[in-house]
């Protein structure tokens, strides 16, 4: 049972518009939210998180916004950039972060 | 400041063989973990650890075992290796109560 599910697996974008990535999560007791980047053959870095207490954060061209009702986030980057084409992680955990579910990806690609 | 680094990069294990990972980290942090990620199912926790000389099951912790005898090293066993076991294992690492984790690149395990 995938408790943080990122049902698309991929999403292509061209350069200069808006990506929206999403994510959907069964546990209300989650109440920290991440978002992770993969490039191929690196390990995920940290991108962007938000607490269960606000509904939006934002840093630089990348916002995550969070609906606790839907128990749904999204990742919005804008302007899309070529060097943004990776693997991008949506992650849930409860307080302390040690018991953190990853949802399977969605991987994106940015035209030129 | 190397981060996290793990140790070796590739391996390739027949049925039954045994392997330790090494996975060392840098910045003094208290909680450590290894994952696994499989196509289609994003990154799955192994173990962790919240301090040294003290380790915990994670979600899938069958045919794996850890121990963290120094705060900076958190190595994962494998005692006989199976085809399932085929992964892309990832280390992490985070500060005490943060949902921030630092990963190290990876080591690709393939077990024939």
């Known amino acids: 049972d995938q408790q943080v599910k990122q049902n698309s697996p991929s999403l292509s974008v061209q350069e200069g518009r808006i990506s929206i990535l999403n994510c959907d999560y069964t546990n209300s007791m989650f109440d920290y939210f991440l978002w992770y980047k993969k490039y191929p053959a690196e390990g995920p870095t940290f991108l962007i998180s938000i607490s269960s207490i606000k509904d939006k954060n934002e840093d630089g061209r990348f916002t995550v916004f969070l609906n606790k009702s839907a128990k749904h986030l999204s990742l919005h980057i804008v302007p899309s950039q070529p060097g943004d084409s990776a693997v991008y992680f949506c992650?849930?955990?409860?307080?302390?972060?040690?018991?953190?579910?990853f949802g399977a990806g969605t991987r994106l690609f940015v035209k030129a | 400041n190397a981060g996290v680094t793990q140790t070796p990069k590739f391996r390739v294990l027949k049925t039954g063989q045994s392997m330790t990972l090494l996975c060392a980290q840098d910045?003094?942090?208290?909680?450590m973990y290894w994952y696994r990620q499989d196509p289609g199912m994003g990154l799955r926790l192994i173990h962790y650890s919240v301090g040294e000389g003290t380790t915990a099951k994670g979600e899938v912790p069958d045919g794996y075992n850890v121990s963290r005898l120094k705060k900076q090293n958190f190595l994962l066993g494998l005692e006989s290796a199976a085809p399932s076991q085929t992964s892309v294992y990832f280390c992490?690492?985070?500060?005490?109560?943060?949902?921030?984790?630092?990963f190290g690149p990876g080591t690709r395990l393939t077990v024939l």
């Open positions: 910045m003094n942090h208290e909680y």
């Open positions: 992490a690492s985070s500060y005490w109560g943060h949902n921030e984790q630092f």
């Open positions: 992650a849930a955990s409860t307080a302390g972060g040690f018991k953190t579910i």
